[in-house]
T-cell receptor, first 111, second 115 residues
């Protein structure tokens, strides 16, 4: 069974640009969550989607948004990038939302 | 407000001995707890979980203990192996069902197992 796949693995963007990250969950998993990992803040929850609906949201500004498609694949978008958005962005999928299985992450660098 | 705390940034043990990683939480709404292992530049790998209705769960070399009254959980690894060297995170989920998928993580503990 294939794991959680995130693309791209690495990304370099300029301040002010926007970026879209993609996540393909494990087959059969309907819950997809996104997390940001930075050295200073650790692993922080961004949002969770279940059956194409945002079910939970963390404390991030509106520049961070996401969506989920009917095949459970999810995208996360960050607009008007800031230097502080440089981080490892992790996607996790789960069957019912408890044990979450993570992808390899997308390393975003904003310059 | 750090709702899940791992007060030991690092732990060093000898191969074959027991590793004990600790985690404290403050939110009494948490009712499901998980441990993850993480290598640099990779996603966390799920290790073991425990529901608040239990006080112990075992899976091979890994055992998680939960003390609800103390709001404390611990992960025991016996015997420890050099390949266990990684960052270990504890995470918690509130009850109610609708908060599934929203994990609150501790800051992590770096475990180093020496041969």
């Amino acid at each position: 069974k294939a794991g959680v796949t995130q693309t791209p693995r690495y990304l370099i963007k300029t301040r002010g640009q926007q970026v879209t990250l993609s996540c393909s969950p494990i087959s059969g998993h309907r819950s997809v969550s996104w997390y940001q990992q930075t050295p200073g803040q650790g692993l922080q929850f961004l949002f969770e989607y279940f059956s194409e609906t945002q079910r939970n949201k963390g404390n991030f500004p509106g520049r961070f948004s996401g969506r989920q498609f009917s095949n459970s694949r999810s995208e996360m978008n960050v607009s008007t990038l800031e230097l502080g958005d440089s981080a490892l962005y992790l996607c996790a999928s789960s069957f019912m939302g408890a044990e979450a299985f993570f992808g390899q992450g997308t390393r975003l660098t904003v310059v | 407000d750090q709702q899940v705390k791992q007060n030991s940034p690092s732990l060093s043990v000898q191969e074959g001995r027991i590793s004990i990683l600790n985690c404290d939480y403050t939110n009494s709404m948490f009712d499901y707890f998980l441990w993850y292992k993480k290598y640099p530049a990779e996603g966390p790998t799920f290790l073991i979980s425990i529901s608040s209705i239990k006080d112990k769960n075992e899976d091979g070399r890994f055992t998680v203990f939960l003390n609800k009254s103390a709001k404390h959980l611990s992960l025991h690894i016996v015997p420890s192996q050099p390949g266990d060297s990684a960052v270990y995170f504890c995470a918690a989920i509130p009850g109610g069902g609708t908060s599934y998928g929203k994990l609150t993580f501790g800051q992590g503990t770096i475990l180093t197992v020496h041969p």
